[in-house]
C-alpha cells in the first residue's frame, strides 16, 4: 500500500519528488525539467541571473546561477546541469561548438571512424574541462537552498557513441561486427559510471539518463534489448546507492514497439516525448514512475491556456511527474513554463504509483 501524506502537511520539491519516484502518494505531481538533453533554459532566466549562454557552458558560478534562477523565478522545481549533451563526447575527443544564445553545443565531428578504434577514445577526466564545471556548478547548487533536488544527468550510451563515431557507421556495425560494437558502448558507460558517480558524491541527489538515439524506432525491440537495455541498466546497477533520491531515464521516440524491454529498465521512471500516448505507456509499462509529456513545440509555441490544457490532460491520463516531453527550446516564453508548475501546484493528491515487480 503506499504511503500517504496528509494535505495539509508541506513537501519541500526535494520530499515531493523523491516520495513520487519511491511510488509513494504524495499531495500533488512535482514539476521538472532535468537538465542534460532535457534542457530548461529559457533567454528570459539567463537575462535575469546574467548568466547567458554560451558562457554558462563553461563557467560554473554562471552554470549554478542559472539553473538556480529557474526555480527562483516560479520555473521548474528543481535544479539541473549541465544545459546540453557533449559534456561527455567532447571529454572523450568529440570536438564541440559551443553554440550560441539560442543554440545548444553541438558535436562538430567525430573522433573515430570505426567501432574497433574506441581504444583511441579519451576518458572521461572529472578533474578538468567541462566535466569539471558542472561538478563545480553541482556543489554551488547545493549551497543554495537544500529543499530544491539537484538531478545529475548522463547522455545515454547509445547516443554518446553516436556522438563519437558516425551514426550510420555505427549503427551497420550493430549487425556487422556486434563483438566491436559491445566494446565500444562497455567503454561508454564504463565512463559514463565514472561522471555520474562524481556529480552525485558532489551532491546532486538524483540521477537522469537521457538516450534519444536509442530509441525503439531506431533499433527495434531484438537491438535495444542486446545493445541499449543491459547498458542503461548497467549505469542504473552502479549508481543506484548514490542516486539517494531515484533514477530516470528518457527515451526519445515511439515507445510501441518495446514496451516489453521497457519493463526490464531498472530504473524508478521512465520519462517519453509527446509522439507517444501516455495511456498507453500506463497501460503496458508496470512498475515505473511515469514522467512526462508535455509537447516542447506547444510550449514554445502556444500560449498559457493551451500548456494548462495539455498539462491537465497529461495528469488525467497517467503522468506522476510533469515535465516537457524533451528539451525545451531557448526561445519558449517563461510565462508557459510557470503555466506547467501551477498546473502541477493545482493537481489533485497522486496516488502512489504501481512500481510491483522493481
Same mark, same amino acid.
Given at each position: ?264 529498465? +531498472?530504473? /524508478?521512471? $521512465? !520519462? ?6 501516455? &495511456?498507453?505507456?500506463? %497501460?503496458?509499462?508496470?512498475?515505473? #514512475? ?27 491520463? +497517467?503522468? /506522476?511527474? $510533469? !515535465? ?6 531557448? &526561445?519558449?516564453?517563461? %510565462?508557459?513554463?510557470?503555466?506547467? #508548475? ?17
Amino acid at each position: 500500500m503506499p504511503t500517504l501524506i496528509p494535505t495539509k502537511e508541506r513537501l519541500t520539491p526535494k520530499d515531493r519528488l523523491t516520495l513520487a519516484l519511491q511510488g509513494k502518494t504524495v499531495d500533488r505531481p512535482p514539476c521538472i525539467c532535468p537538465g542534460g538533453m532535457m534542457n530548461m533554459i529559457v533567454e528570459s532566466v539567463m537575462d535575469r541571473t546574467k548568466s547567458p549562454w554560451p558562457e554558462a557552458h563553461s563557467d560554473s558560478r554562471l552554470m549554478a546561477d542559472l539553473a538556480a534562477g529557474m526555480y527562483e523565478g516560479g520555473g521548474f522545481e528543481n535544479y539541473g546541469v549541465p544545459f546540453c549533451m557533449t559534456v561527455e563526447a567532447e571529454s572523450m575527443g568529440a570536438p564541440v561548438s559551443m553554440g550560441s544564445r539560442t543554440h545548444e553545443p553541438r558535436v562538430t565531428d567525430y573522433p573515430i571512424d570505426a567501432v574497433s578504434r574506441w581504444i583511441e577514445l579519451r576518458d572521461i577526466d572529472v578533474t578538468t574541462g567541462r566535466a569539471k564545471v558542472v561538478i563545480e556548478a553541482i556543489r554551488h547548487l547545493g549551497k543554495k537552498n537544500p529543499e530544491v533536488p539537484i538531478i545529475a544527468n548522463l547522455t545515454g550510451p547509445i547516443s554518446l557513441a553516436t556522438s563519437l563515431i558516425e551514426p550510420v557507421l555505427f549503427f551497420k556495425a550493430l549487425h556487422k561486427k556486434p563483438e566491436e560494437a559491445h566494446e565500444l558502448l562497455e567503454h561508454v558507460t564504463k565512463n559514463l559510471i565514472a561522471f555520474g558517480k562524481a556529480q552525485l558524491e558532489a551532491g546532486a541527489q538524483l540521477l537522469t539518463i537521457s538516450d534519444p538515439s536509442g530509441t525503439g524506432e531506431i533499433l527495434g525491440p531484438r537491438m535495444f534489448a542486446r545493445f541499449a537495455l543491459p547498458y542503461l541498466n548497467a549505469i542504473v546497477r552502479e549508481l543506484n546507492d548514490f542516486a539517494k533520491a531515484g533514477t530516470i531515464i528518457h527515451i526519445c521516440g515511439r515507445l510501441k514497439g518495446i514496451y516489453q524491454e521497457l519493463n526490464l529498465l +531498472g530504473c /524508478d521512471a $521512465l !520519462s517519453f516525448d509527446a509522439i507517444t500516448d501516455v &495511456r498507453q505507456v500506463a %497501460e503496458h509499462v508496470t512498475g515505473k #514512475v511515469l514522467m512526462g509529456n508535455v509537447s516542447t513545440f506547444a510550449l514554445e509555441n502556444s500560449g498559457p491556456e493551451k500548456i494548462t490544457a495539455l498539462c491537465k490532460s497529461c495528469l488525467a491520463h +497517467g503522468v /506522476d511527474i $510533469l !515535465s516537457p516531453a524533451c528539451g525545451i527550446g531557448p &526561445r519558449t516564453p517563461f %510565462e508557459n513554463i510557470q503555466a506547467m #508548475v501551477n498546473a502541477a501546484k493545482k493537481g489533485e493528491k497522486k496516488e502512489g504509483a504501481n512500481k510491483e515487480g522493481t
